[in-house]
């Protein structure tokens, strides 16, 4: 019999990936635009499925499954600014037979302050939009533990330790 | 003296906004990727302070007064298409010294149905982003009823009523 | 019998479309980021094909063919800025059995000043990118002279000119 | 004395970066949106800087120097794909006292296959819009090989050559 705490542990892993502010994202008051931190949450999912052994890529093509987002919640809490170092943090907060709730935060990795902190709400849909639940295994995969071990890094170079060559 | 009512009453004033779906909005779903409705309501709010009057660009320049976003929040009722013409209907929901929250929809025009409806939270600033309070005028000219007659216009080209010349 | 000159004519139709700059698409020098403008050609592009009474989207849906860009120019010669009104010139300079190419130039309605010239090339695939030819009727339409009367419109809100209610 | 050969061989010099097609920089034909193109070129140039030792973002607050845009251009030979690892090769084609010119590759990391090829001509300007020529220094740094040894990483994971853990 699995106890709740059992049930519950894998949603306390939270997956940490990190990317570099482009200057594309940012606006006419010197930092990054809002609507931005939508896409790094995208990228914190698609992360945390590749951390777990698959793509999110496969849920759609090989298992005609898609998360439609249903909702979207970030506050703000500190600028990000061009060429920042982010982390993107990102946990399962609610898995049910059809939908599922992710948790993120932001942090710049400089000064370990948490810039945003959101949340996305997702059902599953096939392609033609109709909720389905998900497809045989992706509810194991996703609350299981990291499968591939992955070293966070930087959107882009990361300058080696050992400096100059 | 002012009663509630009469307080609350220009709060009442939905602003009604047209645009058109870019195609550069659109993802691999086939609809509307989700960070752009953030984008519209930018529009929104953009469109609602230009209907009192004034540019919120003159805010920015010529009152050192910028409007942070502190927070955000959609919910996704039904997807938005390429080429589909939107209504954003934005109206503030609070008004405070030193703050400001605006609620919107987005409604498809073809036919009636609301594709999002969402919130935004934000503070003024100086262009320091030090915390300020409206500068002089502002609150009443937000509260306001529009001054000038606006025609809702789609982001692009409209068709004009009579049909080929 | 079609004289060189009388083909060549439908290419001068350079069409007009406004648009009002958003926050989103400046970046942290206060001007429009570059990769914006060619956003903008595309939208050009659909308002080309809606003067000529078809959507670009009825192209793609009804008659399985898809203009994928093949090549893209753009010569950026004043920076645009938040709030800017643009008129998006738009003509065709090259149409072939399979391929297209459209000009542009972007004009800010303020002063005038051309703040950016461009080209695009397409060519014509069906859904599952191979070369097709146009559909029958797509060549006459895209040379033809508007058959729609259009407002050019901005992006947004126009004040009406009666002024205040 | 400098022979011309000694000038030209840096700008032999490619830098490549790593980056994921994000999930927001596709479109409804289901391949990356043509802009997007030139938002990695722009994350090309600013890794092509950080290789050799400094970050474009010191050129523009420390020495008040912006590289301003006045061209790009972009031929797209293959389509890329959500999720694709993609190869952002970067060099200097042209270096003048007050401009610069930069040609890009993008590469398929999978198959090897060029996806794009591009240029973008910039001028150097101060934070008021004016021309001026490089601050001192940077026109050797620019053509200098990199000096601090870098390793391409993706725009996010990469799980580690290990294997499960």
Not at 71 to 86: G, I, N, Q, V
Request: proline share 5%; charged share 25%.
């Amino acid at each position: 019999m699995t106890s709740p705490a059992q049930q519950d542990a894998p949603f306390e892993d939270w997956h940490e990936t990190l990317l570099r502010v482009r200057y594309s994202e940012t606006d006419k008051m010197g930092i990054v635009y809002y609507a931005n931190y939508l896409v790094w949450f995208e990228i914190g999912r698609a992360e945390y499925c590749r951390a777990r052994g698959f793509s999110y890529l496969d849920m759609e093509q090989n298992d005609d499954a898609f998360l439609v987002v249903a909702e979207s919640y970030c506050r703000y809490k500190a600028p990000a600014f061009y060429d920042d170092e982010l982390l993107v943090r990102t946990h399962i907060t609610e898995l049910r037979r059809r939908s599922l709730r992710f948790g993120y935060e932001i942090v710049r990795v400089a000064n370990g302050q948490i810039v945003a902190e959101g949340e996305t709400g997702h059902v599953v849909t096939d392609s033609n939009g109709r909720v389905r639940s998900f497809p045989e295994g992706y509810a194991q995969r996703l609350t299981a533990p990291p499968i591939v071990k992955t070293t966070p890094t930087t959107g882009n170079e990361v300058p080696s330790q050992e400096g100059p060559a």
